[in-house]
Nanobody
Framework: QVQLVESGGGLVQAGGSLRLSCAAS????????MAWFRQAPGKEREFVATISRGGEGTSYADSVKGRFTISRDNAKSTIYLQMNSLKAEDTGVYYC?????????????????????WGQGTQVTVSS
């Protein structure tokens, strides 16, 4: 059973930066594709970014492309989301998620249903 703990959220002014971390335990992280999703009040959970099992593949939502960067450190069992040029519409609870991937080291997955393990989330609030 993989357990995920997010950290790094907080309150930031528009234009500022935050770096989210997601620490994983209970599994070999190199076997998992990982992703960040977010959920704003009254809205459905939406895809933000994903990184493949081997780190070769990444994919981003159009709304964050060029501003956010996902990365992973398998030795530390941690993934990161560097968020720059934050906007008010980036406000929400950010969740990390993992999916066991048996064969494809470069495959990425963008749908919430692709992921079986989720963290509790960390709040990001961007003031305008």
């Amino acid at each position: 059973q993989v357990q995920l703990v997010e950290s790094g959220g907080g309150l930031v002014q528009a234009g500022g930066s935050l770096r989210l971390s997601c620490a994983a335990s209970g599994g070999t992280l190199s076997m998992y594709a990982m992703a960040w999703f977010r959920q704003a009040p009254g809205k459905e959970r939406e895809f933000v970014a994903t990184i493949s099992r081997g780190g070769e593949g990444t994919s981003y939502a159009d709304s964050v492309k060029g501003r956010f960067t996902i990365s992973r450190d398998n030795a530390k069992s941690t993934i990161y989301l560097q968020m720059n040029s934050l906007k008010a519409e980036d406000t929400g609870v950010y969740y990390c998620a993992v999916r066991l991937v048996a064969y494809c080291k470069s495959c990425t997955y963008r749908r919430p249903n692709d992921y079986g393990f989720w963290g509790q989330g960390t709040q990001v609030t961007v003031s305008s």
